[in-house]
């Protein structure tokens, strides 16, 4: 039961943490067809610019500052890379997000070096929030989780309240309607791109210390993005909601589970090599979610809640 | 108002206009007639810059080629599609609002007077577009394009799959753009609501302008309508 309830805490840090990822990927790939390659790594910038603001300036600074030094760094890329190579199609737009996310993996490289910098939770939340039973449950991951869903209610409020928000529900859909209407649809899709990079950015901040800063980090928790927004159902930021938290509660409870194949085919009376039988389920987490979207694939091409099959 | 000439338009490496010319005068219901396929809604589209294409299209003496739709919209063209691409998920309502170039309705429309003209619109006001009919959507794309208050709207085949009663609702509502004067640029293949409508028509096949005229000198001269018209 203990085990149950702070997995199920963790599970839901990790997964909203991914939803504040993919939901920046969601819209940006909604609106303009593009699946940004480089996403993640703004992830990673996130995390590196608040590791330097943290040492200059300290936390509270930097949970600020990164998230809008990405945006404009996703703004910029929108606005002179990807709306220059628009009208060679969508795979120069790929392609050019692709070569993007090596070459801010070698700025980063360059600037912080190959191994991971030490980028610490700040000492005002290194204690206890409570404890369940006899485990303590650190106050960073309330707080992660507190931004997160701040971050979440911020979303859904900009997108249905707000005047921009209808433009760009409107240009999910119809973004040649929008455009005729007299919305000046280039500059929401800008803004939108900055936005998801800020996003992704400001996952970064609050992702980086409870984990890990390394150049590694982009590629890592990329994957698993495309996992997200792909078993979500492309466009579909619910789709993308929904199989954030999935993901994250699998990949979260899997790796505290000792439960082997053998043990399984035990249950049967079935006898199994011992290369096979010893394989437990922690040890086949990190292929779970990739297993989970090539199910999700073949049985449903458009994804839990998807809107588009392209 | 709208001075289009010699317009080519191509999509990849075929030329689907070749040359077109014509003009809608101010307050004037136009009709741009032709079987599928000769190149009716590519015109409208390359006007209002959702097709690339050379050659002139002026609106009060601006040149739209070259401009991007939204530059275009605010100049005062308003387009309503074939599709009419409703914003499926969105209300009845939020529709509406999307019409809006400003913050307010300042102009010719508002929601209100919309409304009174459309009651069934109002009825439905938060219910998701996407979940309308056929005719209501219809009305909506209409309305939703008057909201932006346009000089000139450019509406493709209004009618196309409408039960007759609602056919006749477009019918009066073309009267009644045209009566606060908008002029209308009409793009149909039947020639039932046109030929009623409209001061000038216009028929096209392969890409260019066939025929020139006034609905009575159409409905006389027979071999415009057995050649281009009639299937």
């Avoid at chain 1, 703004?42 to 608040?50: I, V």
């Avoid at chain 1, 369940?132 to 209610?153: G, K």
């Avoid at chain 2, 390359?46 to 040149?63: D, I, L, P, Y």
Wanted: charged content about 15%; overall charge neutral; glycine content about 10%.
């Amino acid at each position: 039961m203990e085990f149950f309830l702070v997995q199920l805490l963790n599970g839901l840090a990790y997964g909203l943490l991914l939803f504040m990822l993919s939901s920046g990927l969601t819209l940006i790939f909604s609106m303009m067809g593009v699946l940004n390659f480089a996403h993640a790594s703004f992830y990673m910038l996130g995390a590196y610019f608040a590791y330097q603001c943290s040492k200059w300036l300290g936390f509270w600074p930097a949970l600020v500052v990164a998230p809008l030094l990405v945006a404009g760094i996703g703004a910029l890329v929108e606005r002179f890379g990807l709306r220059t190579v628009h009208k060679f199609g969508h795979v120069a737009e790929l392609l050019l997000t692709f070569g993007l996310a090596y070459v801010i993996e070698e700025i980063v490289h360059l600037v912080w070096g190959r191994a991971a910098v030490d980028y610490q939770i700040p000492e005002a939340l290194n204690f206890t929030a409570f404890h369940i039973l006899t485990s303590s449950y650190p106050a960073y991951r309330v707080f992660m989780m507190a931004i997160s869903i701040a971050m979440l209610i911020g979303l859904y409020l900009g997108l249905t309240r707000t005047r921009v928000g209808l433009v760009i529900q409107a240009s999910l859909t119809h973004p040649e309607m929008v455009e005729a209407l007299g919305h000046n649809v280039p500059r929401v899709f800008m803004l939108v791109f900055a936005a998801g990079a800020a996003l992704a950015g400001l996952a970064g901040v609050i992702g980086g210390n409870a984990f890990v800063t390394e150049p590694g980090m982009a590629a890592a928790v990329g994957s698993i993005v495309f996992v997200v927004v792909v078993f979500g159902g492309m466009g579909s930021l619910l789709g993308a909601f929904i199989a954030s938290l999935l993901i994250g509660m699998v990949q979260t409870f899997s790796v505290g589970i000792d439960y082997s194949i053998g043990d399984l085919a035990g249950l049967f009376g079935a006898q199994i090599p011992e290369q096979f039988a010893s394989i437990t389920l922690a040890r086949m987490a990190p292929m779970l979610p990739y297993l989970l979207m090539v199910m999700m694939l073949v049985m449903r091409p458009k994804g839990l809640m998807g809107t588009r099959e392209t | 108002m709208l001075e289009v000439s010699d317009l080519h338009a191509y999509y990849g490496k075929s030329h689907v206009l070749h040359g077109v010319n014509l003009r809608v005068e101010p307050g004037e219901i136009v009709s741009l007639l032709g079987r599928n396929g000769v190149g009716r809604s590519t015109t409208i589209k390359a006007v209002m810059g959702h097709v690339h294409c050379t050659g002139s299209a002026r609106f009060k003496s601006t040149e739209l080629v070259g401009k991007r739709a939204y530059e275009i919209a605010h100049l005062g063209v308003g387009y309503v599609p074939e599709d009419r691409s409703i914003f499926p998920t969105l209300t009845v309502i939020q529709n509406m609002v999307l019409g809006l170039k400003g913050k307010e309705a300042t102009g010719r429309w508002n929601m209100e007077g919309l409304f009174d003209l459309f009651p069934r619109l109002r009825e439905r006001g938060d219910t998701p577009a996407g979940v309308l009919s056929g005719g209501e959507q219809q009305m909506l794309t209409l309305c939703r394009t008057l909201m932006g208050d346009p000089d000139l709207i450019m509406v493709d085949e209004p009618t196309e799959g409408l039960s007759p009663m609602m056919v006749e609702n477009v019918a009066n509502l073309l009267r009644e753009i045209q009566k606060r004067g908008v002029a209308v640029l009409l793009v149909e293949q039947k020639l039932t609501i046109a030929l009623a409508i409209s001061r000038r028509v216009y028929v096209m096949g392969h890409g260019q302008i066939v025929f020139e005229g006034t609905p009575e000198q159409l409905k006389a001269n027979a071999d415009v309508r057995k050649e281009w018209l009639e299937v």
